[in-house]
C-alpha cells in the first residue's frame, strides 16, 4: 500500500499562487508516477501534471501549461505543485495520485491506484 497526504490549498484571489505538497509513504516503490488531478462540482476529475519519480520526466495540462509546475524531492518522498496566476476556473478539490501506468496516458485517473483524500483549492475574482 502507499499512503499519500496533500497539503497546501487555501483560498486565493485571481491572479495568486499556492503550492500543494503530497508526502508519499509505506511501498512507494510500487509507483512509478505521481501525480495531480482536480475535480470540480459536477465535472470528471481531470489529470493536471504528472512526474516520472525516477527519471523527472513531466507532463502537464494545457490548460494549466505556462502557469503550473510540478516538482519532486525524492529524499522526502514528496511532490510539489506550484500554481501561480490562478484562475476562478482552477477552483477544485486537488487530489494528489500515485501508479504505474502502462497505457500511454499519463492523465487517466483509472492508471493510478493510490489516491490522497484531496486538498481544496478556492480562487475568487
Known amino acids: 500500500q502507499v499512503q499519500l497526504a496533500e497539503s497546501g490549498g487555501g483560498s486565493v484571489q485571481a491572479g495568486g499562487s499556492l503550492r500543494l505538497s503530497c508526502v508519499a509513504s509505506g511501498h512507494t516503490y510500487r509507483s512509478d508516477c505521481m501525480g495531480w488531478f482536480r475535480q470540480a462540482p459536477g465535472k470528471e476529475r481531470e489529470g493536471v501534471a504528472v512526474?516520472?519519480?525516477?527519471?523527472?520526466?513531466?507532463s502537464v495540462a494545457t490548460s494549466v501549461k505556462g502557469r503550473f509546475t510540478i516538482s519532486r524531492d525524492n529524499a522526502k518522498n514528496t511532490v510539489y505543485l506550484q500554481m501561480n496566476s490562478l484562475k476562478p476556473e482552477d477552483t477544485a478539490m486537488y487530489y494528489c495520485?500515485?501508479?504505474?501506468?502502462?497505457?500511454?496516458?499519463?492523465?487517466?485517473?483509472?492508471?493510478?491506484?493510490?489516491w490522497g483524500q484531496g486538498t481544496q483549492v478556492t480562487v475568487s475574482s
Open positions: 512526474i516520472h519519480i525516477r527519471y523527472g520526466f513531466t
Open positions: 495520485a500515485a501508479g504505474a501506468p502502462r497505457g500511454g496516458d499519463y492523465f487517466l485517473p483509472a492508471e493510478y491506484p493510490y
